[in-house]
C-alpha cells in the first residue's frame, strides 16, 4: 500500500497541471522538475491515456490487496 501511496502522491502533481491549464490536460512534454517545455504541444491524448492507464493499473492493484469480506452463509 505504500507504493500506492507513492504513486498517488506523484500523480497529484498533474491533476494540479491539468487543473490549472487552459487546455485542461497534459503537455506533450516537460522540462526538468516539471518545468514548461516551450517548444512541445500543449496538450497530448497519449499523455493523458498514460496517465489513465496508470490510474487504472493502481485501481485493479488496490483492489486486489483489500482484506475481503467474508460471505454470508445462505444457511440459517
Do not use: Y
Not at 503537455?27 to 496508470?54: D, M, R
Not at 488496490?62 to 452463509?73: T, V
Request: contains cysteine; positive net charge; aromatic residues 6%.
Amino acid at each position: 500500500m505504500k507504493t500506492i501511496g507513492e504513486i498517488n502522491c506523484h500523480l497529484g502533481r498533474f491533476e494540479s497541471h491539468i487543473s490549472t491549464s487552459p487546455w485542461m490536460g497534459l503537455p506533450e512534454l516537460f522540462n526538468e522538475n516539471g518545468a514548461e517545455c516551450h517548444h512541445s504541444c500543449p496538450t497530448q491524448a497519449w499523455s493523458v491515456g498514460c496517465l489513465i492507464e496508470v490510474l487504472h493499473d493502481v485501481n485493479v492493484v488496490s483492489k486486489c490487496l483489500r482484506p475481503r469480506k467474508k460471505k454470508r452463509s445462505s444457511f440459517v
